[in-house]
């Protein structure tokens, strides 16, 4: 166990749905820090790049019309197995796999608007949170 630093997404329906609170409530329920946020409204360039690893998949023309369809409130959470328990709070990412009281079970509409993104591992994290928020646009929690 260490202490790990993810990136975490709020997609454009999970804020049209309001659930900005509801999502922050269950990371920080869980021990999760937040130790950077910010919403911004995706360019399509924004998200072909973020979602360049998806670009053969059938899937990425929507995925990029759909991250860039609204704002979007991306953070990023430290704590103990950040990455890991991060996940295990968004749920499997198709909603019909997602185990009771996740937040795609309990939110998500489709596989395809499944309200969360987050990292899948240390590499991915840190590469993600580059990506939003450079070298130096964490806040570290000094108390
Ligand atoms: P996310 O965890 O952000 O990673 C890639 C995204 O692509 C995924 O969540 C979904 O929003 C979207 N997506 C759409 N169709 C699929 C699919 N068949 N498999 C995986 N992801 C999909």
Not at 55 to 67: C, G, N
Request: aromatic share 8%; hydrophobic share 40%; net charge negative.
């Amino acid at each position: 166990m260490s202490v790990e630093q993810t990136l975490s997404i709020i997609k454009p329906d999970g804020v049209e749905k309001n659930l900005i609170g509801e999502i922050c409530r269950r990371f920080e329920n869980a021990g999760l820090q937040i130790v950077a946020a910010r919403m911004m409204h995706l360019s399509k360039e924004q998200a072909e790049g973020f979602y360049e690893v998806h670009k053969e998949r059938p899937f990425y023309a929507d995925l990029v019309s759909y991250m860039t369809s609204g704002p979007v409130f991306v953070q990023v959470l430290e704590g103990e197995s950040a990455i890991g328990k991060n996940r295990e709070i968004m749920g499997a990412t198709n909603p019909a796999d997602a185990d009771a009281g996740t937040i795609r079970k309990d939110f998500a509409a489709s596989i395809e608007e499944n309200v969360v993104h987050g990292s899948d591992g240390p590499e991915t994290a840190a590469q993600e949170i580059a990506f939003f928020f450079g070298d130096d646009g964490l806040c570290p929690r000094t108390r």
